[in-house]
């Protein structure tokens, strides 16, 4: 779903938000009495859950397979796509190279060329690591106030003030189209219900123990994103309770994939079930396949992740009597963690902090130990890359 806005009282990259009298035109979900009933078609989940069941357990023996360093890197380049990923659903974009430094930090896990950040990233890491480092501790209202406090530090959402650490306490609709030309989405419940609906969420979430933890947390985020409790940041503590119960469905905190990189890649057809299923009397067969589909996506998706670090780990075995500095060992990580665009002899020097001359002998001494190759490229600023080795 394209250009979609939030009405309330201000605007946020591309949402719209303005304090207005609702009247519900269209009948939701949680108009239905009894409306949190939720039910599903079993038969009709049954393979693709059973999918996810087994390759959950292939991913967890493949990475207790490896050894503790490469481990400790799939587990920093999952959290650390997983914040990235959640954040850029929103519209917002982070610092890979903060967001990885922040994560390291909090974890004990020692990189190369750890970066400053900002109170922005670490609210957003704070929030995601206390979901899946603490997702045995219950989920309370508290909790949920820090987080949102967490993902906005400063009391502003862009240029806006908003109300952090509470629910809202104005009414919200979701709406898409051009300016003057909206068409109404979706209407959250009225304000003075959200404090009750929540209860009883929570409620659920700590109580409820017979509902298969991987459905629990499908039905966790649906049933979140509905009562849409915060003025800003909903979807992404949707996806953080989404992470708390797959970490505690596999009862661990380490992540090895990320279901918001995932939710990315089909934001779209998320969009979509959404509100497909936000009309419907209360069964979410649509919604849990969808997501059980998306979070088998997402571990498919770790077995090429998977390879990149075994790549990584395989490199520097092979090189670990080979002579190279800190400049040279900083950049090779970040081409094997993921460059951004083109490595030039500029771009070396900006990272390492040193001359375009220093630079140039770093290039020129990894070239002649087969690490790094000129690109065929053309033009007047020289490309490298790291040469395919096995």
Sequence with gaps: MNNLYIY?????????????????????????????????????????????RLRQGKIIGLMNSLGFSSKEEAILVNLTSDVLKSSEIEGEKLNLQQVRSSIAKRLGIKIAGAETTNRRVEGVVEMMLDATQRYHLPL??????????????????GPYKIATGCYRSG??????????????????PKA?????????????????????????AAIAHFWFIIIHPFDDGNGRIARAITDLLLARSEDSGNRFYSMSQQILVERNQYYDVLQKVQHSKGDLTPWLEWFLNCLKNAMVSTENSTQKILQKAHFWKLH?????NERQRLILNK???????????????KITKTSTDTALRDIKDLISKGILQQTDEGGRNANYELVNFS
């Design 8 to 52: 309330r009282i201000f605007a946020v990259n591309n949402m719209y938000i303005h304090r207005i009298a609702l009247k519900v035109m269209a009948k939701y979900i949680y108009q239905n009495a009894d409306w949190t009933a939720f039910t599903w078609q079993e038969k009709r989940l049954s393979h693709v859950f059973g999918e996810v």
């Design 140 to 157: 309370t209202e508290k909790r949920l106030f820090g987080w949102h406090a967490a993902l906005f530090p400063t009391g502003f959402s």
């Design 192 to 216: 003075e219900l959200v404090k009750s609906e929540m209860d009883k969420f929570l409620a659920w979430f700590n109580n409820d123990h017979t509902t298969d933890l991987v459905i629990k």
């Design 171 to 188: 009414d919200m609709e979701v709406v898409s189209g051009a300016m003057g030309k909206e068409k109404v989405r979706y209407v959250a």
């Design 335 to 349: 081409l094997f963690d993921g460059f951004d665009g083109k490595l030039q002899t500029s771009k070396w020097a």
């Design 320 to 324: 670990e009597n080979t002579p190279i």
